[in-house]
Every structure is written in C-alpha cells, then in structure tokens.
C-alpha cells in the first residue's frame, strides 16, 4: 500500500524552490505533512502552534487541513527563512507569525493552551519540554519528528533521542505513540481530566 498522500498543498513547489534558494534543507518530510494535515482536520476551530516553520512547508500542511475558525501560531528564530513562509501565507488570516527564539517565546507565552502542538525544532522537544506539554490541552495532541537517525547527527544525539522519549512515556498525563514511519514521530495526547481519572497509559 503506498503511504504517500494523494493531496499535497498547492503552495509546496514555491515553498521548495524557495527553501532551496536560502539553503535550507530541514523542511518537513511529505508523511509528516500528511498526518499534520489530518490532525489539524480533527479539531475544527481548533488552535494549533508549530515550533520551528523553517521554510513554511509544516505551514503549510497544516493549513490545508485547518478549517476557516482555526488558527495557527507558528514560531521561528531565523527570520530570513521564514519569510519564505510569510510570502505564501502571510494574507492568510488564520496564522501568526513569529520571528523569535522558541524557548524564549515558550517561557514568555500566557495565553491559551493548544490543541495540536508540533514541536519540529529544539525548543519545545530537546529543551523547554514540560513548557511544550504544558500548553496542549486537554485531548490535545503533542507531535515531534525526526527521531529516527538522521546524516548529520552529532555524537551521542541518539541516546539524548531515548532520553526524550523516555520522559515523554513515563508522564502518566499523555497517552503516546511512536511511529517507526516517515522522520519517525511519536504522538502524545493528553488524557488527564479526560475520562481518565486515574491517568493510566
């Protein structure tokens, strides 16, 4: 069965031949996308936040599977990247966008809590995680990509990967998943306060 998506957004060849432009070669994998644009579908009116836009093809995905009522805050540090994003989406009424360091804009954050939280950058899954979990709500779902081993790795980034993920399953207010497919992900809802009052996994 081929596990590639049958749609993909129509604004993925600009954002490519931009991403390329700028050198930028850590855009979301298409299956990521996939599943990104199917979570966003499932909470109508929903509020989404994406950790690290890097050239907006993440953005993008869940944009197409957002509906009028949603929004998205999507946060990126470097600037000059994320305007390629801005450029495809920034008439879009349903995303923010932000230039800024994402543990910065996590530990400054106050407002409401989220129903998807991509974490596809460091802040929010490598450092700043109770922050990122902190924020979905409840049934809300956490998604982080990249854990399968990627060129480029540095020494010992495999065992900080086990590490997170260890931390991740141990927390008795998540329900996980890891998914040995596309990047590798692990997806985790939060369950505390959701007919489940004893926070079993």
């Known amino acids: 069965m081929d596990d590639m998506p049958s749609r993909t957004p129509d604004s993925l060849p600009a954002l490519r031949a931009g991403a390329r432009r700028a050198g930028f070669t850590l855009s979301c994998e298409e299956r990521t ?3 990104l644009a199917l979570l966003a ?8 936040l994406e950790l ?7 953005t993008a995905w869940l944009l197409s599977g957002m509906d009028s009522a ?4 999507t946060v ?3 600037e000059a990247v994320q305007s390629i994003a801005r450029e495809q989406f920034g008439s879009d009424p349903r995303v923010t966008f932000v230039a800024a360091d994402g543990g910065a804009w996590l530990e400054e954050y ?11 950058t460091w802040p929010g899954k490598f450092t700043h995680l109770e922050r990122a979990l902190a924020l979905v709500a409840p049934g809300g779902t956490y998604l982080i990509d990249d854990l399968l ?7 010992g980034h495999g065992a ?9 399953e141990d927390r008795e207010d998540f329900r996980t998943l890891r998914m040995d497919w596309s990047s590798g992900l692990l997806a985790a809802v939060r369950t505390a306060g959701v007919g489940d009052p004893a926070g079993s996994r």
């Open 33 to 35: 996308g996939n599943l």
């Open 41 to 48: 579908a499932t909470r109508p009116g929903g509020r989404v």
């Open 52 to 58: 690290g836009t890097g050239a907006g093809e993440g």
């Open 70 to 73: 949603s929004r998205l805050v």
């Open 76 to 78: 990126e540090l470097d």
């Open 110 to 120: 106050r407002g409401d809590p989220f129903d998807l939280v991509f974490a596809d």
């Open 149 to 155: 081993p990627q060129p480029g790795w540095p020494q």
């Open 160 to 168: 900080a990967v086990e590490r997170l993920l260890a931390e991740i």
